[in-house]
């Protein structure tokens, strides 16, 4: 098994590509080692000292690393981890978990708006940050501000303030009369 690595945008974050599917449907972030514990790889991952954060997404893992340690010395047992889990055959996901859709439900008087938010996100937003090895999540629309999770290679990267207001806000506005602001939520 070869397994590619590439740089994102985000310093403290590396993408790793096993040439396999990782999840089927969705993605799934890990922002800790206690939210890892119903995912084989991710626990396998956090077991490396230095790690903080694991995100799956189609055919990616990204892995962010405390500031403190160089990839360097993480990356040879990062790469170990990943081959060693799927030589395995276990699952990424245990039980009977399932990847989230990365979207939040929205009912009410603004469900078109939502629709076409939730579909401007889908097919022009996520593909490009998923190249990054991030994903942006919806999590609501209320008086004209959209509210947006970023995860994986995104979640504070340096460069991710620009890229929801310069490059999602301004796309969302140019579409949608009714958007007026693009606004991060954090967990």
């Not at 501000?145 to 969302?172: D, R």
Request: hydrophobic share 35%; charged share 20%; glycine share 12%.
């Amino acid at each position: 098994m070869f397994i590619q690595t590439e740089s994102t945008p985000n310093p403290a974050t590396l993408k790793f590509l096993p040439g396999q599917t990782v999840l089927e449907t969705g993605t799934a972030d890990f922002p800790s080692k206690d939210a890892a514990t119903n995912s084989p790889l991710a626990a396998r991952v956090f077991g490396i000292s230095g790690v903080t954060g694991v995100f799956f997404g189609h055919d990616f893992v990204t892995v962010t690393k405390a500031d403190d340690v160089e990839w360097d010395h993480l990356k040879p047992s990062i790469l170990g981890q990943i081959m060693e889990h799927f030589q395995s055959g276990q699952p990424v996901l245990g039980g009977d978990v399932a990847a989230p859709s990365g979207h939040a439900d929205h009912d009410g008087e603004d469900g078109d708006i939502v629709d076409q938010i939730k579909e401007l996100l889908d097919t022009r937003v996520r593909p490009a940050v998923a190249q990054d090895g991030g994903d942006i999540t919806f999590h609501g629309f209320e008086r004209g501000v959209v509210y947006l999770h970023m995860q994986g290679a995104c979640a504070g990267c340096p460069s991710s303030t620009v890229t929801l207001k310069m490059g999602i806000e301004n796309l969302l506005r140019h579409y949608i009369p009714e958007v007026t602001e693009v606004r991060p939520v954090g967990f």
